[in-house]
């Protein structure tokens, strides 16, 4: 099973303004409103291409009500802790271009994240756990780094798609799988990675130092999978980016989806940068079949 964990989840709220005017008022041309956080958007993906995982996290309020309504109505297993306090809003103000506003989201309490640890403790050796996106200030930092050594000593494959000291702390606990872009990476490692020979140095490090699999998004110019067997290095699909937000998380989707199905580590590279892919030409995140479609367009080499 798969279990994701999203802390600060939310309901992005997209906008669309012609001719937008600073001081004037407004009429929006097209709104959307989705359940949003790294982790949801997993958790969204592996549904639509039929693997079964549970979301768990924090909600509150009816920002938290219509998380949960949204995650019932497409099927997907939740878990989540009820909070006092609201669940964030997040807005992204489409003007040609993208301007976003971030909420704060909720306070968790000890008592509240100990409920979400006893329920992650039914976990099982083989299981996997997604743990994406930031960790709220009323958590402790070391959070993301204290679940995967627990976790990861217990046979579970932890995969941890997150930025800076939170995803540089976890690597040292061998976690299964770590997903920085580029630009990521680089801020690790306190440099810019602007070629895929960069990223290769760098990707290399971080297996060394404990990951089992490192995959880098390179926007155009691809992605890279590296581990202990090699460097391996895929070709994105050709195609129009509507909608840049969730592309990482359905990589991470499809890939650890794949895996769970097959087993096979390249099997499921390819299905990861086809459902990034997929999703970045749609406005919402991909089915199945727009993944599919693009699928042969993924070109896996071992550089």
């Not at 309504?69 to 878990?79: H, M, Q, S, T, V």
């Not at 990589?251 to 390249?266: E, H, M």
């Not at 299905?271 to 406005?283: I, L, P, Q, R």
Request: glycine share 10%.
């Amino acid at each position: 099973m798969i279990y994701t964990v999203t802390l600060n989840p939310s309901v992005d709220f997209i906008v669309e303004v012609e001719d937008f005017q600073l001081d004037g008022l407004n009429r929006m041309s097209k709104e959307a409103k989705y359940p949003g956080g790294k982790g949801i958007n997993v958790s969204r993906i592996l549904q639509r291409i039929g693997v079964d995982n549970t979301a768990l996290g924090f909600s509150g309020g009816f920002p938290g009500e219509f998380i949960l309504d949204a995650l019932k109505k497409e099927g997907i297993n939740e878990a989540f802790i009820h909070v006092e306090e609201d669940s964030r809003i997040n807005i992204k103000l489409k003007t040609g271009q993208e301007t976003e506003i971030n909420g704060l989201g909720p306070a968790i309490s000890t008592e509240k994240m100990n409920e979400l640890l006893k329920k992650l403790e039914g976990m099982k050796e083989g299981d996997i756990l997604v743990l994406s996106g930031s960790i709220p200030p009323s958590l402790s930092k070391d959070l993301y780094h204290d679940l995967t050594k627990k976790f990861a000593a217990k046979g579970i494959q932890v995969v941890v798609d997150a930025s800076g000291k939170a995803l540089m702390d976890v690597v040292k606990e061998h976690p299964f799988l770590v997903k920085p872009n580029h630009h990521e990476l680089g801020e690790l490692f306190e440099t810019k990675t602007e070629t895929i020979e960069d990223a290769i140095h760098y990707g290399r490090i971080l297996v060394e130092q404990g990951a089992q699999n490192v995959i880098v998004s390179m926007a155009g110019a691809g992605a890279l999978l590296i581990n202990h067997e090699g460097v391996y290095s895929a070709t994105v699909p050709k195609g129009t980016v509507k909608n840049s937000t969730g592309a990482g998380d359905s990589l991470v989707a499809g890939f650890i989806g794949k895996w769970d199905q097959t087993k096979d580590l390249l099997q499921a590279f390819q299905y990861g940068v086809a459902s990034g892919s997929a999703t970045a030409f749609n406005y919402d995140l991909a089915e199945k079949q727009d993944i599919e479609t693009l699928l042969p367009e993924v070109q896996i080499t071992k550089l």
